[in-house]
């Protein structure tokens, strides 16, 4: 039988359940239901192409799943979740069947007023950290030799000159460098999910960016599970503890720093399949 960890990792699903709650705390009201609908847009999409199965057995455990999930018991939908994948369920159908649908169920009973806007928020931060506690499955494609990873800044950040300055130096330093200004969330997560890059590097010019930042952090697990986060720019300074609550892997405050834990994620998301 596989270990538990092999199933779902608890541990990242508490802690990003936890970091959510908190980070929900400092947000104002209108931001923090703007995460849960971004939560409820980016899952529900990544389902849109699915044939989905319309049979009793799952509609009904998908009306438990959602129930559980927005419960007094903060464990019961990521247990069903446990339990669906130790009884043969695909990474896949987890991801893109049980979750999407649930997503879909929240937004239905949301617009039939059958849950309150707070239940969503429970229940979308929730299935966000559930896929967190599943992301550590999902294999990346293997490397080609060089080292590569994407740069972008937040949708409507006006001061990208650093960005672009650290992709030349990177290309400069061997790097295959994919830089994307300009673009805004969706087309990044489309674009993320369709290239799945071991690394995407994100900056963002200050503490005004604190809540496109989660966004597009949100964004990019959804749609691309194993890909690795980096987070840079003057936000550091400025909101640095809000930062780390949206749960990337490295924050980095200056170049150095930059380019030590880009070789650093680059040697750890590489380690298990080399070049």
């Not at 939908?77 to 879909?104: C, H, K, P, Q, W």
């Not at 949100?218 to 987070?231: A, D, F, H, K, N």
């Amino acid at each position: 039988m596989p270990n538990h960890v092999d199933i779902f990792h608890q541990n990242i699903y508490e802690q990003t359940f936890g970091e959510l709650k908190t980070l929900n705390k400092t947000l104002p009201e209108d931001a923090i239901f703007s995460l849960a609908r971004e939560v409820l847009h980016r899952v529900v999409t990544r389902g849109n192409n699915l044939s989905i199965s319309n049979s009793q057995t799952l509609s009904l455990r998908i009306d438990q799943l959602t129930r559980a999930l927005i419960s007094d018991d903060g464990d019961a939908g990521a247990d069903m979740i446990r339990n669906t994948r130790a009884e043969g369920t695909s990474l896949e159908d987890l991801y893109l069947v049980y979750l999407v649908e649930a997503a879909r169920t929240l937004g239905v009973w949301w617009e039939e007023d059958r849950i309150s806007l707070v239940d969503v928020t429970v229940g979308t931060g929730r299935i966000y950290a559930i896929m967190r506690g599943l992301s550590p499955l999902f294999p990346l494609p293997p490397p080609n030799g060089q080292k590569a990873a994407l740069f972008t800044a937040v949708p409507g950040e006006t001061h990208t000159l650093g960005v672009k300055m650290a992709a030349d130096l990177f290309r400069t330093n061997g790097w295959d460098i994919d830089l994307r200004i300009g673009a805004t969330n969706a087309e990044l997560a489309k674009h993320i999910q369709d290239h799945r890059p071991r690394i995407v590097g994100l900056s963002a010019g200050g503490k005004h960016a604190v809540e496109d930042l989660a966004r597009l952090i949100i964004g990019i697990r959804i749609s691309s599970p194993s890909t690795t986060i980096l987070v840079s720019g003057q936000i550091v300074h400025e909101a640095g503890d809000l930062v780390k609550l949206m749960g990337p892997d490295a924050i980095v405050s200056d170049y150095a720093q930059v380019e030590a834990e880009m070789d650093r994620l680059w040697d750890l998301t590489t380690q298990d399949n080399p070049p």
